[in-house]
């Protein structure tokens, strides 16, 4: 059991961290972005070459990251413009639908260019022991960087004036523009950061699975359920939904068998959506 | 007014109704019925064209759920997968009558839909959400078809014994009984945008806090909105499914089906009458054609969706009737002159 709830925090924790970026697009600027998970595709495959290129781990994942980034800004310097000029539900939908065009073009590109070419960062070492149970290295580093990343996160919301900037825009976008905050900016930065955090996602999963060219999708849909189940626009609610949903994925694969593991999984989420609308730590409309 | 006023006052209601969508309707037959005269000599093709019809029906089940009561059901594919393997199962391992399973299993999915829309009402979620609950419904209905193996065949899909030696197997049948279930949606679409329920679809769409306090019932008539499609949906994927004679997940898949639809529904014109058909049709074409790209065709395929919305993100028949509309505007305040 020890053990279940182990691995089911050490799989939540990477699941927090696939909804973070996501979460906080929505939240700051009404985009749902269904790319997000070819970001992440699309760094892997950048710290792939990296590390065939001759580059160490750290600076090819250094790469990625910056990879991450760029393809955030590029997404709101170009496509994201007409979807900004518009409001409310038709602005959701067209991003949607603009986002879910570049999933598109990224899958098609990357299939064609590179097919079955995955990334595995593998690290190497014998299981360590905690609470009794022997965890992998690689789960345990990929964890422990996603916390260090979330911590860091907190703090930016937390301690700096422009991380309470952003805050202020989720929260009311009218009234910080009247105390001098510039909304545009904010999303901006916020997009640069979702890649970043796209990027993120490919060097913790490589190092507990391989992430191959199609795996774009896939996180993008588990990211999009944790992110409602969360709260839109909360960062905390993505980590909290992702340690519940993934601690609830694992037992039920335990007890009752892995395909089942993930009706439970979504029956969880829709049963949280359905109590609690506006998510486990959402605000309320 | 007398009750006999009234009565024969809808009459003429309807019959005008029936007049004005007949043409169109019939116009759009005509164009689609003469397809096979130049695609039967090729069962890719014919094969091609029926699944481009299916389309053209869950685009039609769609519209009426998303287009006319704003209710966004990313269940298409799992909905017309209800229609399809409820059908096969029926038929296949039950040994129901091949027309009784396909009306059963449409029941089915309509009785899915309609709680899908129920939930949906009740916690009002809004587009965003009730998109997420849908999605999850699809993902669990995935799910279960890859898990319960024994019944659906899992992966390797189903193989429909049942009608497989009837003529709804041969090359060109299948096409028009496909096409009849498109123009016959069509039908019920436009004659319920005629009827209150459109009138109160329309008062729900414009503004919904507004349509309550008129005293629409907005909760009822969403419900009627999925009923109706759900029951399209599982219609269409129950009939595909049995002139096709095999199913498999990535038959009634969300990349596959929902996706498409989406991007066909949002082409044409969301909301219209006859959108759907011009998606369908449209993205049926631009797939073939696309196969010269091979490998490419999804990205030339994702490059078009991109284009598609950033310079007519309406879809092309509301952005044409505007077109028109102006036109006859600045045509009138010539005229005087």
Known sequence: MIANVLDGIVFGIQLGLWAAGLTLVYGLGGVLNLAHGQIAVISAVALAFGMDAGLPVLPAAGLALLVGGVVGLFL??????????????????????LTLGVAFIVDGFLNWRYP????????????????GVPMRRGSLLASAITLVAFAALFSFFRFTALGRAVRSVIEDEEGARLVGIDPARMLRLILVLSGVLAALVAVTRSMVVSVDVQAGFGITVLALIVTVVGGLGSVSGALLAGIILGIVNVIAADVIGTFMSLVILLLAAAVTILMRPSGLLGVEE | ??????????????????????????????????????????????GVAVLGLAFACYAIGFNVIFGSTGQLFLCVGALAGIGGYGGAIL????????????????????????????????????????????LI?????????????????????????????????????????????????????????????????RALRDDELAAELAGVDVARYRIYGALVGAAMLGLAGATYAFTEGRISPTTFGFAQVD??????LAFGGIGTLFGPILGAVTFTIVDEVLIEFGQLRLVVYGALVLLLFLFLARGVIPTARDVVTKRRVSQASAAPD
Request: net charge positive; charged share 15%.
């Open chain 1, 76 to 97: 709101d310097l170009t496509i994201l413009r007409p979807v900004y000029r518009l409001q409310g539900e038709a602005r959701v939908l067209l991003s949607l639908l």
């Open chain 1, 116 to 131: 079955g070419r995955s990334l595995s960062l593998f690290i190497g070492g014998g299981a360590i022991e905690i609470l």
């Open chain 2, 1 to 46: 007014m007398s009750e006999r006023g009234t009565a024969g006052a809808a009459w003429t209601r309807a019959a005008r109704s029936v007049r004005t969508l007949s043409i169109p309707v019939v116009a759009v037959g005509a164009v689609l019925a003469v397809v096979p005269l130049w695609l039967d000599h090729s069962g890719v093709l014919m």
């Open chain 2, 91 to 134: 038929a296949d391992t039950v040994g129901l009558p091949v027309v009784v399973s396909i009306l059963l299993a449409t029941l089915v999915s309509c009785v899915t839909g309609g709680l899908l829309s129920l939930i949906a009402v009740r916690r009002s979620l809004g587009v965003i959400f009730t998109g997420i609950i849908t």
């Open chain 2, 137 to 201: 419904f699809t993902l669990t209905f995935d799910a279960l078809l890859l898990g319960l193996g024994s019944l659906t065949g899992g992966e390797n899909g189903f193989l429909i014994e049942s009608g497989a030696d009837s003529f709804i197997r041969r090359r060109i049948p299948p096409y028009y009984v496909m096409l009849v279930l498109a123009l016959v949606f069509l039908v019920v679409h436009g004659l319920l945008r005629r009827s209150h329920v459109g009138w109160a679809w």
């Open chain 2, 259 to 264: 996706v498409v639809v989406i991007v066909m």
